[in-house]
């Protein structure tokens, strides 16, 4: 069954955005190109293909602060930019007269992509110099895809991000699973075969029963923020899923932006 939204999706985001992202992006040490985290993107498909790991789900992300408006109609005017870069329709989703938080949002399945659903949504905030700060969420989802596939989704994100006078920090995430249970050490060996097979070290993490989640750096990867003493560009995560019964796991750079 192709994924379903959740309603609240937007407001979720924009916390993340507000209490995370941007101070991520703003902390980035990103001097890599559009080319770097595409490639970055086909190394960590590459990474969890040698460690077994079977690809289910692609998530290539873009969130954070784009454009700074004196007045709504400029809020309009790039709503219709993106509804004509991303060929989709946006709807007004606060109500007519609310003039604090303006949100629009729609979605699509992508055509020309395979498997492929795509979610956009510009949400504008009245500061109190009177300006908006306006946000951009974008995130597009593809289902069992091979490399080639990967390549062409992201150049179709970059590329109507770029037609909406964005610059394309994408974000990767791919999601996989060992079709069995593994044990919480055989999860922890996996996860640190991937660091190895990146040329990456751990810097900190999380290792309780229920998940483990590592963060690290690899020469290997382009892109990478500063967390207090060390530079991390990557991130594995693992769980058990025992209603399906299978061992997911998650891996993302610079860090992971989706739940996991």
């Given at each position: 069954m192709?994924?379903q ?8 985001l ?11 992006i703003?902390q ?11 490639d970055?993107?086909l ?10 790991v ?6 290539l992300?873009f ?13 309009h005017?790039f709503k ?5 870069a ?8 606060t109500?007519?007269?609310?003039k ?39 995130s ?7 490399q ?7 150049d ?8 909406a ?8 995430n791919?999601?996989g ?7 919480h050490?055989g999860?922890?060996?996996?996860i ?5 097979s ?8 999380l290792?309780?029963?229920e998940?483990?989640s590592l963060s ?11 967390s ?5 560009n990557?991130q594995?995560a ?9 061992t997911t ?6 860090l ?5």
């Amino acid at each position: 069954m192709f994924f379903q939204f959740k309603r609240n999706w937007l407001i979720i985001l924009l916390l993340i955005i507000i209490l995370g992202i941007i101070l991520i992006i703003n902390q980035s040490n990103n001097t890599s190109t559009a080319s770097d985290n595409k490639d970055d993107g086909l190394l960590l498909m590459c990474t969890l293909s040698e460690a077994n790991v079977k690809n289910e789900k692609v998530i290539l992300k873009f969130s954070g602060l784009v454009n700074t408006y004196e007045d709504i109609s400029q809020i309009h005017s790039f709503k219709v930019e993106l509804e004509r870069a991303f060929s989709t329709n946006l709807s007004l989703t606060t109500q007519q007269d609310e003039k604090e938080l303006i949100k629009y949002q729609g979605q699509k399945v992508v055509s020309s992509l395979p498997n492929s659903k795509i979610k956009v949504a510009q949400a504008s905030v009245l500061k109190k110099n009177g300006n908006y700060q306006v946000y951009l969420i974008v995130s597009l989802l593809s289902y069992s895809i091979d490399q080639n596939g990967f390549s062409q989704n992201y150049d179709y994100l970059k590329n109507a991000l770029e037609n909406a006078s964005v610059t394309p920090n994408i974000k990767v995430n791919i999601q996989g699973s060992v079709n069995q249970k593994l044990t919480h050490s055989g999860q922890k060996q996996k996860i640190m075969d991937m660091f190895n097979s990146l040329g990456a070290s751990v810097s900190e993490g999380l290792n309780e029963k229920e998940v483990i989640s590592l963060s690290g750096y690899s020469k290997k990867l382009s892109n990478s923020i500063k967390s207090d003493k060390y530079n991390m560009n990557i991130q594995i995560a693992s769980r058990f899923d025992p209603l399906d019964g299978i061992t997911t796991f998650t891996i993302g750079t610079p860090l992971i932006t989706i739940e996991y």
